[in-house]
């Protein structure tokens, strides 16, 4: 069969499947893409030609159309995702970003950057990053640090090969990331005669590999002998679908239900089992639980440093850790048990295992205890608080009320996650996506963008702060060509709040967060007068201002019922709190300084690192 190599490559992408459960689903969804260049006449022409079964979507902005992805893949499971093809040089380097974030949140992303000529005709050409030291490095391999898999196809014949590599990559729940294919852009016009095989269909099954006897066996003496046990949720109970064993083994033993932020909803926020989220940006009462424990269970959990309070929360001394995960690497951390398994399958196997094991009364009731203290301090802080301006909780709250169970909440940085992680109350495992692996600004609206294609029955709730909306509001765009609907709820204080924040905390004075005009003195005259909500309407998205709780719950009310994309834009308090989660985050404060708020901040730092433990 004799094609170029561009439409070799989307005729393979467009025969792809994954199957998990017996259930099939096509495992590219469509292509995202900018072209020029370096893409136009190879990527561009074969999805014009060839691209019924790979259908394409057109973006505004290459890190964009990666988060994207991204937030397809997550909502899909990790069972679907997209492709992204850009041209050569900054729009293949626009997308290190999303790259990264696609990898460090377990993501399957796969990338397709144009690249420079393989066959070196006139170098440079436009965009070619020349390097005295070889002629084959080109700006694209500052995809090779974030990607999981990364190739150069400098030749027709390495195609198949590298597309196998890549989707052995893409499938696999411990190895997927981001994955590159670096296409020089000769090379994607060229012509090769290519067996009718590569373009068969090729279901790529999903694993479920299941614990090794005697570490399931260790797992649940180390169980067994717990008085305070603690189970900590991760985005792996999620991704494998195993909420209803989670449920199921929470009730029949009575172990407290803690959840990181990818595992945020595993388990419904009512639930008498649930104790909420955990670590830095978690409820009193999960961390309360979590200083006391003596066997916490890991489950799909990568233990990042605002789950594990830099390793400071799990105080006991005699501490012990089981880990379920599918990915070994993540299995070991903290010295733990290690259960290599998927998550389902793991919590099946453990519940069976612990047959007859129930926690002691009294643990449990200090969780409900807790839990009752926590929900109540949750109601005030979410309710009317009477000020000129709404707090960020209170619009939290009112987004919480309006929203039906099923639909979803979106949002990635700033102070906004901390907040919804310990206010949030999700009522279905797919309603609560904050991208907090990477935390990146920008990701919210075109991570929404995303959820929404993987879940057009679903309502998506986009809370985005003006400091993220700066970076990337481009794929309002987007939503609105594509008839894609989103109801975004941007929230405007003026400045980076949660770093203005974690700023006063080090003794920085907030120095440099504030979105104000210069003076004499710096940047510390009146609020820049910039009008966001005007720039989303001339975005193609419609605008609700809203001023008071009564206006938001009715914008809200007016967004749900539109078909279009609605920006609800308030302003909010930045001063306003959250009740402390009790925990500490480690970010270092200068040791030396002249600031008396510095040298405070400081010796407030050498009290609070002393708590943190090696688990060794």
Request: glycine share 10%; charged share 20%; aromatic share 6%.
């Amino acid at each position: 069969m004799r094609l170029t190599v561009a439409q070799a490559l989307v005729r393979f992408l467009a025969a792809q499947y994954s199957e998990r459960d017996g259930a099939r689903r096509r495992f590219f969804a469509g292509c995202f893409g900018i072209f020029g260049h370096g893409n136009v006449a190879g990527m561009g022409q074969a999805l014009l030609e060839h691209g019924d079964g790979l259908p394409y979507y057109m973006a505004r902005n290459e890190q964009a159309m990666v988060h994207a992805a991204a937030g397809f893949a997550r909502m899909s499971d990790r069972l679907s995702t997209l492709a992204c093809t850009t041209s050569i040089g900054p729009g293949a380097t626009n997308m290190v970003t999303g790259a990264a974030l696609a990898t460090i949140n377990r993501l399957p992303v796969l990338l397709l950057p144009g690249d420079v000529f393989a066959t070196r005709p006139a170098n440079p050409v436009l965009q070619e990053l020349e390097d005295a030291r070889s002629f084959d490095v080109s700006v694209n391999d500052c995809l090779r640090p974030v990607s999981k898999f990364w190739d150069r196809i400098n030749r027709a014949e390495q195609l198949p090969g590298a597309l196998l590599a890549a989707m052995r990559v893409l499938t696999d729940p411990a190895e997927t990331g981001a994955v590159t294919l670096a296409l020089p852009q000769d090379v994607q016009a060229e012509a090769f005669e290519w067996p009718e095989e590569l373009f068969a269909e090729r279901v790529w099954r999903i694993a479920r590999p299941v614990p090794e006897p005697a570490v399931l066996a260790e797992a649940a003496a180390l169980v067994r002998a717990a008085e305070r046990p603690l189970i900590v949720a991760g985005g792996g109970v999620i991704y494998s679908g195993a909420t209803q064993e989670l449920r199921a083994l929470a009730e029949r033993t009575g172990v407290p239900v803690a959840e990181t932020q990818a595992g945020k909803g595993a388990l419904a926020w009512d639930h008498s089992c649930s104790v909420g989220a955990v670590g830095a940006t978690g409820t009193a009462a999960a961390n309360a639980l979590a200083r006391r424990a003596d066997v916490v269970v890991g489950i799909g959990t990568r233990y990042s440093d605002f789950t594990t309070a830099s390793h400071s929360l799990f105080a006991d001394p005699a501490v012990k850790f089981v880990n379920i995960n599918v990915a070994r690497s993540d299995a070991v951390k903290l010295a733990g048990c290690a259960v290599v398994a998927d998550a389902r399958e793991g919590i099946r196997a453990l519940d069976a295992a612990l047959d007859g094991y129930t926690v002691p009364q009294a643990h449990t009731d200090r969780a409900r205890a807790l839990m009752a203290d926590w929900n109540a301090k949750a109601d005030l802080a979410c309710g009317p608080q009477g000020g000129e301006l709404m707090t960020q909780a209170e619009v939290i709250g009112a987004v919480n009320e309006v929203s039906g169970p099923r639909d979803v909440v979106v949002c990635a940085a700033g102070s906004m996650p901390g907040d919804l992680h310990k206010l949030w109350r999700a009522r279905d495992p797919k309603g609560y996506h904050v991208e907090y692996g990477y935390s990146c600004m920008g990701y919210e609206i075109a991570g929404g963008l995303g959820v929404k294609m993987a879940a057009p029955d679903r309502e998506v709730f986009v809370m985005v702060g003006d400091g993220s909306y700066l970076m990337m509001a481009q794929e309002l765009t987007t939503a609105a060509a594509e008839g894609v609907k989103l109801i975004v709820v941007l929230v405007q204080n003026h400045g980076y709040a949660s770093i203005g924040n974690l700023s006063e905390s080090v003794g920085a004075q907030r120095f440099g967060t504030r979105h104000r005009l210069r003076t004499g003195t710096g940047l510390d005259g009146d609020p820049i007068p910039v009008d966001l909500a005007a720039n989303a309407a001339s975005l193609g998205a419609d605008v609700i201002r809203a001023s008071a709780p009564g206006d938001l719950r009715d914008a809200l009310h007016q967004a749900r019922k539109s078909p279009r994309t609605t920006v609800i834009h308030i302003e909010t308090n930045p001063l306003a709190g959250t009740p402390d989660s009790a925990a500490w985050w480690d970010v270092p404060v200068a040791e030396v300084s002249a600031l008396d708020s510095t040298r405070e901040a400081r010796a407030r730092y050498e009290r609070d690192r002393r708590a943190r433990r090696h688990h060794l």
